[in-house]
């Protein structure tokens, strides 16, 4: 598929600025928010949007190897270096695999939700120390997702399901972590799993990623981490026992009193490892 042609500007209306015609009069401009012109994306993304679509189409199966560059441009009417960067952005999605050597070449990937989920934290994790993204960001689509997942946990946890949500509820601290926040939020991530459902997981286990990351641990006093401990205790057993709104209702106190503790003055760190 050949890139689309950069759009044209239609005859006789300027995009910018007034325009001297033949008799030397101006000719009507035209605001340019009213031109419906469509931005061309760059031959490369065209490319990588065709082979996308093709591998998450099933088209081009898992393990499979790509033509080589050569034979792709000359699929796609395009050069050689723009397949190569087209082959970077899906290589950065962990669409594409590319191997070296006599048996190498470039081959599909099959998409790996762990490792989403660790690119949208790690994303999240820049943003949020921008003006872009703020904490409350994060902890309000928490507030929104976490206790419908409390819910759903609750109506479709097996038995080991429930087992590995009250084994995280009660984990022992780690002595490399006295304040027990890593665990904490390993129950969090117990939870969300624990509704069966991909999506929520995966909007969900950024969000704590960039928390688990940012928090300045150290100045939390462990009487605060024995409360959430409790809380914990308290949502697991409302699980266990199937009673979803008890669950639903009982994770959205949890959140809301966890909030003052992300908020605090001093308590959000720039440093990537929570120190």
């Known amino acids: ?19 001297t015609g033949s008799s030397g009069r101006a000719t009507r401009t035209v605001p340019a928010a009213q031109l419906r012109v469509q931005r061309v994306r760059p031959a490369y993304r065209q490319v990588a949007d065709e082979l996308r679509a093709q591998i998450v189409g099933g088209t081009l199966a898992a393990g499979e190897r790509l033509p080589n560059e050569a034979d792709l441009a000359r699929a796609f009417g395009v ?9 970077r952005v899906l290589a950065s999605q962990h669409l594409v695999e590319t191997l070296r050597g006599v048996q190498g070449g470039s081959f599909v990937a099959s998409p790996d939700p762990a490792q ?3 690119d949208m934290g790690g994303a999240l994790g ?10 409350h960001d994060l902890l309000e689509a928490r507030l929104l997702l976490e206790p419908s997942a409390a819910r759903l946990a609750a109506q479709r946890a097996d038995a080991e399901t429930v087992e590995a949500i009250h084994t995280a509820a009660g984990a022992p601290r780690d002595p490399r972590d006295p304040s027990g926040f890593v665990g904490h939020l390993d129950f969090h991530t117990t939870v969300l799993m624990a ?4 999506m929520i997981t995966m909007m969900g286990q950024p969000a704590n990623d960039v928390l ?4 300045r641990r150290v100045g939390v006093e462990a009487a605060e981490w024995d409360r959430v401990d409790e809380w914990h205790r308290v949502i697991a057993g409302h ?7 008890a669950a639903e209702e009982a994770m ?7 909030r003052p503790l992300y908020e605090r003055d001093g308590l959000w760190t720039e440093d990537p490892l929570g120190r």
């Open 1 to 19: 598929m050949a890139p689309t042609p950069p759009p044209t500007t239609p005859s006789g209306i300027s995009p910018a600025g007034p325009a």
């Open 79 to 87: 050069s050689r270096s723009t397949v190569r960067e087209a082959l």
């Open 116 to 118: 989403v989920v660790e």
């Open 126 to 135: 820049v943003l949020v120390m921008t003006p872009q993204l703020r904490l």
């Open 195 to 198: 509704t069966g459902n991909l």
């Open 212 to 215: 688990r990351t940012r928090l």
């Open 239 to 245: 699980i266990a026992a199937g009673e979803g709104e």
């Open 252 to 258: 959205r106190d949890h959140l809301i009193a966890l």
